[in-house]
């Protein structure tokens, strides 16, 4: 299994910027995904995930502001940021999980496989 993560950037306060997480390897519709960030000297936080039918549950911090999709027949979840601020900055990783009790979690400790990161700058 492999994910590998495009986009991010730096943009300034107010901006949007896409992030998107391709994956290989297995039957992506059968796993559920989801989005974390870690910002430097903070610890990782679950930010989006969306379930294998395309429920999905956000941070309040990013309610109203992101949007995560995906889309199984190009195995790709897809996460879009709007008014992005410097409170958003940080590494963002994709993660998938296959456990049947869990259809979608911030939880960290719910995924198997991890992305490799992309950054994310929301500053001036």
């Known amino acids: 299994v492999q994910l590998v993560e495009s986009g991010g950037g730096s943009v300034q306060p107010g901006g949007s910027l896409n992030v998107s997480c391709t994956a290989s390897g297995y039957t992506y519709s059968s796993y559920f995904a989801g989005w974390f960030r870690r910002a430097p000297g903070k610890e990782r936080e679950g930010v989006a995930s969306?379930?294998?039918?395309?429920?999905?549950r956000y941070a309040e911090s990013v309610k109203g502001r992101f949007i995560n999709s995906r889309d199984n027949a190009k195995n790709t979840v897809y996460l879009r940021m709007d008014s992005l601020q410097p409170d958003d900055s940080g590494v963002y990783y994709c993660?998938?999980?296959?456990?049947?009790?869990?259809?979608?979690?911030?939880?960290?400790?719910?995924?198997?496989?991890w992305g490799q990161g992309t950054q994310v700058t929301g500053s001036s």
């Open positions: 969306i379930s294998r039918d395309g429920r999905i």
């Open positions: 993660a998938i999980g296959g456990r049947r009790e869990i259809s979608r979690s911030l939880n960290a400790n719910a995924y198997e496989y």
